[in-house]
């Protein structure tokens, strides 16, 4: 695989990060993952300006390379021939000499930029996406400032694990009484043909297919009603699903232990899971 590093495209065995970048030692980064289909990108856009927001929220300095960004990972795709797959890009405080906690100089320590490719192919028509997926209900114990996509994701990884050990696929985050999100996507219910999500704050990070979802979802004159909802809220819901940019939508078919519905995806999942592709397909570069 040929894998990119502050300027250079390398193959994967010869990319290289310093052992004091602040990536490493304090998760001082950043990072975005951008899916691919058809070999193109999906909304790219949307997380072009969620990087730079997130860059601008940690009093980070944009890569030297920001303005090649489009290009970059067109380059990555057409290297590696992605056809269905994902981009994950990073970007961090970049490496000074020493460990310290106070920043370093930015006019010496550039940001640290690595992007690589990961081939899924099916990533479309996986079978998750047929069967829907089990959640358990965890504890939100992460830091205040979840719209920042930070590389912090242990509690996340912890979270995916407690799930896996539950015999399920993931996590819903809950905190104050009220699901906050996903380990790695937003979460939704569906109830009386009403999709409910929990509004955009610093609780949560603000998805890119989230945005497209509600979007799409509001021009098929479907109702959307951006609020917090229980645990038991969603056990009793007729359907969930929760959207990430890899995932795009996945159905719920059983929260912490109870089964909604039949046990198989609803048709509002499914149909903004199908409205989701064709559109984003379309809006593609
Ligand atoms: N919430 C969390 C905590 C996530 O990690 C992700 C995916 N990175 C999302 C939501 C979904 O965001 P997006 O649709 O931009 O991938």
Same mark, same amino acid.
């Given at each position: 695989?040929?894998?990119?590093?502050?300027? !250079?495209?390398?193959? @994967?065995?010869?990319?290289?990060?310093? #052992?004091?970048?602040?990536?490493?030692?304090?998760?001082?980064?950043?990072?975005?993952v951008t899916s691919v289909l058809d070999g193109k990108l999906i909304d790219f856009d949307g997380h072009l300006a969620r990087l730079e927001r997130s860059l601008t929220e940690l009093?980070?300095?944009?890569?030297?390379?920001?303005?090649?960004?489009? !290009?970059?990972?067109? @380059?990555?795709?057409?290297?590696?021939? #992605?056809?269905?797959?994902?981009i994950?890009?990073?970007?961090?405080?970049?490496?000074?000499?020493?460990r310290d906690f106070a920043f370093p100089d930015a006019e010496t320590t550039r940001p640290t930029l690595v992007l690589f490719t990961q081939?899924?192919?099916?990533?479309?028509d996986s079978p998750a996406a047929k069967t829907g997926i089990k959640v358990i209900a965890i504890d939100d114990i992460r830091?205040?400032?979840?719209?920042?996509?930070?590389?912090?994701?242990?509690?996340?990884?912890?979270?995916?694990?407690?799930?896996?050990?539950?015999?399920?696929?993931?996590?819903?985050?809950?905190e104050d009484g009220f699901v906050t999100e996903g380990t790695s996507n937003n979460a939704y219910i569906v109830k009386g043909g009403r999709i409910i999500t929990r509004q955009l704050s610093n609780d949560i990070l603000h998805g890119i297919t989230r945005a497209?979802?509600?979007r799409f979802a509001r021009e098929a004159q479907m109702e959307v009603e951006e609020r917090p909802f229980t645990i038991e809220e969603a056990?009793?819901?007729?359907?969930?699903?929760?959207?990430?940019?890899?995932?795009?939508?996945?159905?719920?078919?059983?929260?912490?232990?109870?089964?909604?519905?039949d046990g198989t995806p609803g048709p509002v999942a499914r149909?903004?899971?199908?409205?989701?592709?064709?559109?984003?397909?379309k809006s593609a570069v």
């Open positions: 695989r040929t894998v990119y590093v502050n300027g !250079e495209y390398l193959p @994967e065995t010869e990319a290289t990060v310093s #052992i004091f970048d602040r990536g490493f030692l304090m998760a001082d980064g950043v990072y975005e009093d980070m300095d944009k890569p030297d390379q920001f303005d090649e960004l489009l !290009e970059i990972h067109r @380059e990555l795709v057409r290297l590696n021939g #992605i056809e269905e797959g994902m994950y890009l990073q970007v961090t405080r970049g490496a000074p000499g020493d081939n899924k192919p099916g990533l479309a830091w205040g400032r979840r719209d920042i996509k930070t590389v912090q994701l242990l509690y996340p990884s912890m979270g995916k694990m407690m799930a896996k050990k539950a015999g399920c696929d993931d996590a819903w985050m809950v497209a979802v509600l056990q009793e819901a007729d359907e969930a699903f929760v959207t990430s940019a890899s995932t795009f939508v996945f159905p719920v078919i059983e929260v912490d232990g109870v089964t909604l519905g149909r903004l899971r199908e409205i989701y592709l064709d559109e984003s397909r």
